[in-house]
């Protein structure tokens, strides 16, 4: 049990981070290549499919085909991803506080209030994004309808004549582009800030065994004062993210580059996506790491919790006075949270007897 908690400053989460990922790389990374792997599975077969009737010229089942795999792709993220953020937080909780942890046993535990987690991101995603799809649906909404009569869908010579021969158009393709351009930047300042805001939910549902709505209200509680800090942690894997990406997806673009308005070949395509199983793997578990971490320190600044937790350490009863008034469970995250080794042990049990 670890009882050297104490509040850390953002250079120091980032170094307990990197420290948290190398000695448990094979943990992090195995937790979300569950999500990784599923998606590849599913491109590979949507390529091959895709190829097969592409080969017998039937467009019409190939249209059908990827509509239908689409909306089976992102039935499979929503789920699987929402799994492996709660699986990676509850990972972290366990091994930053010096407990042991195991794929299986991270996943063991959060599979019974998997819908809670799900809901969660449903509610926060919603309430983050709204604005700005319904901003971008706008504006692809009045392209697309005003599109097919030639404003903004032609170049040159015939465009110009386009526009002359349906001004009302032209106008209104002008005013959505202008209104856009104005109302992206509070869009998407609002979107970051609700992001920070909501930042620490899943940590707090996953650990405290919150609801999906108070473990919001336990977000912004515990996020304030932070949201700088938050940020830069963003921005810094954001950065990471997209150089890794960018590196090993290099040859994807200079394909594209070179033969624009083409298909990739089926074995570039797959190679691609074999590529990102990998990266998805290795980069997937490195925000849900940091962001519990910050948590954690959250908790350590506004609530004493690392008293708490040496008491704990000690074998002391924690007094009520130093619980937190109404946004967390009374429980204490040693009563709330199962150690890998007990999911573990009713398994282990069960095969014994077989």
């Given at each position: 049990m670890e009882s050297n908690l104490r509040p850390l400053t953002l250079g120091e989460i980032l170094d307990r981070t990197a420290q948290l990922f190398r000695a448990n790389f094979l943990l992090f990374a195995g937790i979300f290549a569950v999500y990784a792997g599923v998606l590849l599975v599913l491109n590979l077969l949507r390529l091959s499919l895709n190829a097969l009737l592409q080969a017998q010229h039937l467009v019409g089942a190939l249209v059908w085909?990827?509509?239908?795999?689409?909306?089976?792709?992102?039935?499979?993220?929503?789920?699987l991803f929402g799994a492996a953020i709660a699986a990676i937080?509850?990972?972290?909780?366990?091994?930053?506080?010096?407990?042991?942890?195991?794929?299986?046993?991270?996943?063991?535990?959060?599979l019974p209030r998997l819908g809670r987690y799900l809901w969660l991101m449903t509610i926060t995603a919603f309430r983050v994004w709204t604005p700005f799809v319904l901003l971008y649906a706008g504006l692809l909404g009045t392209f697309y309808f005003y599109g097919p009569k030639g404003v903004g869908a032609q170049a040159g010579v015939a465009a110009r004549q386009a526009a002359a021969a349906n001004p009302q158009a032209t106008v209104a393709v002008l005013v959505v582009s202008g209104a856009f351009c104005l109302l992206l930047i509070p869009v998407g300042i609002y979107t970051i800030f609700m992001s920070l805001r909501y930042s620490l939910a899943v940590p707090a549902?996953?650990?405290?065994?919150?609801?999906?709505?108070?473990?919001?209200?336990?977000?912004?509680?515990?996020?304030?004062?932070?949201?700088?800090?938050?940020?830069?942690?963003?921005?810094?894997?954001?950065?990471?993210?997209?150089?890794?990406?960018?590196?090993?997806?290099?040859?994807?673009?200079?394909?594209?580059?070179?033969?624009?308005?083409?298909?990739?070949?089926?074995?570039?395509?797959a190679l691609s996506q074999i590529i990102s199983f990998f990266t998805t793997s290795f980069l997937g578990p490195i925000w849900a790491t940091g962001i519990t971490l910050f948590y954690y320190d959250q908790r350590i600044r506004k609530e004493g919790y690392d008293i708490e937790?040496?008491?704990?350490?000690a074998g002391l009863t924690v007094p009520e006075a130093a619980d937190v008034a109404s946004a967390a469970e009374p429980a204490t995250f040693a009563e709330q949270a199962p150690s890998a080794g007990e999911l573990a042990a009713p398994a282990e049990a069960e095969e014994d007897q077989g």
């Open positions: 085909v990827t509509v239908i795999s689409s909306c089976v792709e992102l039935l499979a993220m929503f789920l937080s509850r990972a972290v909780a366990w091994v930053h506080l010096g407990e042991p942890a195991t794929i299986r046993g991270a996943y063991l535990s959060i549902c996953v650990v405290e065994n919150m609801k999906a709505r108070k473990a919001i209200r336990r977000s912004i509680e515990l996020a304030k004062g932070s949201w700088g800090r938050i940020f830069l942690l963003a921005l810094l894997v954001g950065v990471i993210k997209l150089a890794l990406v960018g590196v090993t997806q290099a040859f994807v673009f200079v394909a594209a580059f070179k033969h624009p308005g083409q298909q990739l070949g089926l074995g570039l395509s937790w040496m008491m704990q350490a």
